[in-house]
Every structure is written in structure tokens, then in C-alpha cells.
């Protein structure tokens, strides 16, 4: 980052937020620092907290201005409040794996994942956190179906925070123009001369409806729309940003008045926590300078748990948000459901429309299952034709589309010679499939590991992503594994993403599982010459709502192959 703009930041004040926290360290200063830095022991930090610590050093999190300690750690878990009384609903923290190497009073360097140094930290404290009471305070639930719950099943065991010098922002080499500071943002804002600000959190294409609400809530307010999307971390399986931002730029130059409307893109890490999330975006946008925010129905949700039910209520989030509106001084406008009526060829809220009038609406499902992936173009009443060209772009046919199916079960299952069937049949189809088996992967990509709970879930994580990789390429893959625990194997399916992902358990039980046996595995655990074997003396950990359950005992392994085939047929992925 520039001087000038350093320099802009510990300037500007917000009209909302009061001044804004700046981590960065002056330029005069960095080429001392790069040797010094080298010198230092490091850590290498995830995606999640990369965009954290930008958010901290330009002040998108302020008032906080360093990963939390214990004591706002534990404050934010029980009261929504850092430890100074200060809102803040979610806990932004640095977890580490213990290490003998990292101790208290030492300054170490923050680096990104190709060991960029991004900042130095000195270590002031180092605590243990409680995964099952965040996850539950926070999320109000440790179901494993919601993607960040499952995360932090691999996050290390300690939090680590003390003072922060941040050397440089990640480097990001795409869209720079429209990727803004919350000071740049403000600046920005300041110019459409306009003194109320209403923000749009977004991770979605907008369509026509998104439009006009937002144009609604212009002219409600009298003042600038902050078209505010977030291209950090979202939830698994949405559209990339990359698609995403070039919906939002056609939109935004096409179809909005100039001096009403200011597009700046959030390098947020979601965390998918609903009504806590609410709340959390309202004190963002604020730091970026809006005094309103349109929350959502089901605002910032992870979608459905392991039973198949919505994490939250369709209004908790507008409630919380309501509820802390007036301290954090940001209005919410709630988002309303509008529908079009096509005889007049208009969008209106749903209860000021007369039962007997024609209406049209799609969701976000349709969308998806009955245009997209048919390879139907989404009709203009619901969506720009320059949107609807670039999704179409990004977005092939479902038959196109990569997806990957995962066998789970006990060793001797059948996992491997119904998954070898499949594969045959899915060639029978036209598509492309490469094999990811348990055995054959440790045999090569998974060399040296153990049979630890560590290493089974490297290996599983390993398997899940080169199978990621290649479904976002549009490959398909087929793997079979134990992986016996829930965690690792819904980690997987959020790197992969939901809707292309089909987790088959092997449901055989474990008597049939040692009478199959050929290698005498289960005999050498049951005597203790194996240990930690899953099934005997290590747990399996059965899916709570996989979306094919195999009877091996009933079925034969052909039989089961077709009953996938049939059900990857239903869902389109096979013509």
C-alpha cells in the first residue's frame, strides 16, 4: 500500500464508527523490517486468517486492533461484547498447534501460504480455547453440517494474540480498482455528496428483485447505495467471486444512477452465524462508512444441519440486528420479499399484492436445477441479459459438471468393488473419472503417514483435495475410503462443495465386514497385533444423513452401482 494512503487512513474519520485502527507499518520503515522479519521464527497462517488480518490492519474490524485475547475471547462467547463493553458478536482469533518453539514475549512473523511475510506479532498471550463451547455459544449448535463448525475440527488447540505490525496486505492482483480500504471506501461514499449510506451485503449474483430492492432502499433513505459483496471466504459451494464481481460491475454501471452508488469489494472471511453474523455486518459496514444495512431473510445462514433442518429461523438475524441497531448506529432495513407481476410488468412486495393478481418468481434453487444447469437461459424479467450471459459463461450444464462421490464404511464393506462398478458405468456415460482409493493414495500421495487420528485425517484431507481440485475443473471423481470421522468427512464435503458432492455410506456390518475378510486384519486387531483399527478398538463414526445408504448384504455390488448411477441421473449429472 502506499504512503498517500496510509496516510489517508489514520486521517479519516468515520461520521459513524469514530477513528479508525491502522496496523500498517509506515514505508520508511519496511525495508528494515523484511530483514528483521527473516530472521524471526514464523508461522504459516490459513486463507481465513489472511483475510482477518486484513480486515484488522485497515480498521474492518475495528475497534478491534489485534487477533482477540482470552479475556475478549471468552467476553465475546458469553456477551457479544469485548472485554472494554465494546459490541463485537464474533471471536477473531489466531489458533496454533502447540509448539515449543512459540512462547510467550516472542515476536514472530505472520506468513501466507506461499510464506509471503505479512506481518510480525508479539506474542502477549497464548491460551487454550474450547471448540464445543464456541461452536455452541456462537453458532448455537456443533452440528458438523455447518461448514465452519466442521473447520475447526482442525484448527490448533491454542489462540495466540499480542501487538500487531502488519508489513504489507495480501496480494490480491485481481479487480484492484474495486478493491477499496474502508478509508478509500468513505472517501468514496463522501464524493456521491450524499449523507446517509445503505449497504447490500452480497455473496450471490444479483438478479432483478436484488435490484430493485436496493434501488427501493436508495430512495427510502435518500442517499448511496454501498454495493458491498464479499470476496473472501464464503459459504462452500457459491459462485466464485470472480463470476460474481463481474455480475456486480455490469450491473452497477449499467443500470444504476453514478452518483448513487459506490461498488467496493470486502475481503471478508464468513463465518455463516446468522443472527450473530447480522450484527457483525452492521459494525463493518459501518467501519466502511454506511449508517444502514439491508439484512436478509436467514441473514448469512449455512444453510440445513445434519437433519435436514435450517440452522436458524428465517427472522432470528433481522431481530438481533434490530435489537443493537440504535447502539451500533446503523438502521436495518429489512429485506422484503418482492415478486413480479408480469401483466404489468413491475416487482412489488409480496403483502400488497392482491391473492387473485398473476405473479412470477424463481429461487435461488431454480435457478440453479431448472435453467443453469440445464443450460436454459434465465429469462430478462428476472435477471439482466449481461448477467445472465456471464453466469450462463461460467456455469456448463449439469451433465458438464464435475462432481465427486464418496464411499465411507468399515474396512471390508464392499466400498472399493462397488466404486470400481461405478466407475465403469459412469464411463458408459461419456464422463471422465479418476479414482481416489484409500489404499492406493497411501501407497503414493499419502506415503509415510501412520494410522494415528492426525494422520487418518491428513490422508482423508489430502484425498479431499485433489478431489476438489478436480471437480472445480469439471472432473469427476470416485473415491473410497474409511475415513471413520464425521468432522474430516463434512471438512471434505465443504471443500467440494455441497451440490456436487454424494457421500454413499457403506452401511455392512462389522460381523459380515470380518467374515469378508481376506486379509486377516480384524483377526490381528481383535488379538491386539494391530492397533487403533476402526471398528475394534477405534471408533466409526456413521453418517447422520448421507445421501446413498448401501445394503451389502441384501444387494450385490452391481446392484448398489446401478442404484448410484440411477440417483446421479436424477440429480443431472448424467444425461
Not at 459494525?283 to 435436514?308: F, K, T, W
Not at 416487482?347 to 431454480?366: H, L, N, Q, R, W
Request: glycine share 8%; charged share 25%.
Amino acid at each position: 500500500m502506499s504512503t498517500e494512503t496510509h496516510t489517508q487512513i489514520t486521517q479519516l474519520n468515520s461520521p459513524y464508527g469514530g477513528e479508525l485502527v491502522d496496523l500498517l507499518v509506515p514505508a520508511e520503515e519496511l525495508p528494515h523490517l523484511r530483514k528483521y522479519a527473516n530472521r524471526l521464527p514464523s508461522i504459516q497462517i490459513s486463507e481465513r486468517a489472511v483475510c482477518d488480518l486484513e480486515m484488522l490492519a485497515t480498521g474492518g474490524f475495528s475497534p478491534l486492533d489485534r487477533f482477540m485475547g482470552q479475556k475478549d475471547y471468552q467476553n465475546v462467547l458469553d456477551e457479544m461484547r469485548l472485554a472494554s463493553g465494546q459490541l463485537f458478536p464474533i471471536p477473531i482469533t489466531l489458533p496454533v498447534a502447540a509448539n515449543p518453539n512459540i512462547h510467550l514475549g516472542q515476536e514472530i512473523a505472520l506468513r501466507d501460504s506461499k510464506n509471503n511475510v505479512l506481518a510480525l506479532m508479539t506474542i502477549e498471550e497464548l491460551y487454550e480455547w474450547d471448540l464445543n463451547e464456541t461452536a455452541e455459544k456462537v453458532f448455537g449448535s456443533s452440528d458438523l453440517r455447518h461448514p465452519l463448525i466442521a473447520e475447526m475440527h482442525r484448527w490448533g488447540t491454542l489462540n495466540i494474540s499480542g501487538r500487531l505490525r502488519v508489513m504489507q496486505l495480501p496480494l490480491r492482483y485481481d479487480f484492484r480498482g474495486l478493491r477499496l480500504t474502508p478509508a478509500q471506501t468513505r472517501a468514496r461514499l463522501e464524493s456521491t455528496g450524499h449523507t446517509n449510506v445503505v449497504a447490500f451485503q452480497t455473496r450471490n449474483p444479483l438478479h432483478r428483485v436484488h435490484e430493485e430492492l436496493t434501488k427501493r432502499a436508495v430512495q427510502e433513505i435518500d442517499g448511496t447505495l454501498l454495493l458491498h459483496p464479499v470476496v473472501g471466504m464464503t459459504r462452500p459451494g457459491d459462485v466464485d467471486h470472480y463470476t460474481r464481481v463481474r455480475t456486480y460491475r455490469a450491473l452497477a454501471g449499467q443500470y444504476y444512477d453514478q452518483d448513487r452508488i459506490v461498488l467496493s469489494l470486502l475481503p471478508l472471511a464468513m463465518r455463516m452465524g446468522g443472527p450473530r453474523e447480522a450484527v457483525w455486518h452492521m459494525l463493518i459496514r459501518r467501519n466502511y462508512g454506511a449508517n444502514h444495512l439491508i439484512v436478509g431473510r436467514d441473514h448469512a445462514g449455512p444453510g440445513n444441519d445434519s437433519q435436514g433442518k435450517p440452522f436458524y429461523g428465517p427472522y432470528d438475524a433481522q431481530e438481533l440486528a434490530e435489537s443493537v441497531s440504535e447502539e451500533l448506529g446503523v438502521k436495518v432495513v429489512p429485506f422484503k420479499m418482492l415478486v413480479y407481476l408480469p401483466e404489468e410488468d413491475r416487482y412489488e412486495e409480496i403483502d400488497k399484492v392482491d391473492e387473485s393478481a398473476k405473479t412470477a418468481s424463481i429461487s435461488g434453487t431454480e435457478v440453479r436445477e431448472k435453467y443453469l444447469n440445464n443450460g436454459e437461459k434465465l429469462p430478462e424479467w428476472f435477471t439482466r441479459p449481461e448477467v445472465a450471459d456471464i453466469l450462463a459463461d461460467s456455469y456448463p450444464p449439469k451433465h458438464k459438471q464435475g462432481f465427486c462421490v464418496w464411499f465411507t464404511g468399515l474396512s471390508g464393506s464392499g466400498k472399493s468393488t462397488t466404486a470400481e462398478i461405478l466407475i465403469t458405468l459412469l464411463l458408459e456415460h461419456g464422463r471422465n473419472v479418476t479414482q481416489l482409493d484409500g489404499d492406493v493414495v497411501r501407497t503414493h500421495l499419502s506415503k509415510g503417514l501412520g494410522f494415528s487420528k492426525e494422520d487418518r485425517d491428513i490422508n482423508i484431507r489430502r484425498i479431499g483435495f485433489v478431489a476438489a481440485e478436480m471437480v472445480r475443473h469439471g472432473g469427476v471423481t470416485v473415491c473410497a475410503a474409511v475415513s471413520p470421522y464425521r468432522a474430516t468427512r463434512n471438512d471434505v464435503r465443504n471443500l467440494v462443495g455441497t451440490e456436487n458432492y454424494i457421500e454413499v455410506f457403506v452401511d455392512t456390518p462389522l460381523d459380515v465386514c470380518e467374515e469378508r475378510d481376506v486379509k486377516g486384519l480384524y483377526a490381528k486387531a481383535r488379538r491386539g497385533e494391530i492397533k487403533g483399527f476402526t471398528g475394534i478398538d477405534d471408533p466409526y463414526e456413521a453418517p447422520l444423513n448421507a445421501e446413498i445408504v448401501l445394503d451389502t448384504v441384501t444387494y450385490s455390488p452391481e446392484e448398489n452401482a446401478h442404484m448410484i448411477a440411477d440417483h446421479l441421473a436424477e440429480c443431472g449429472f448424467l444425461k
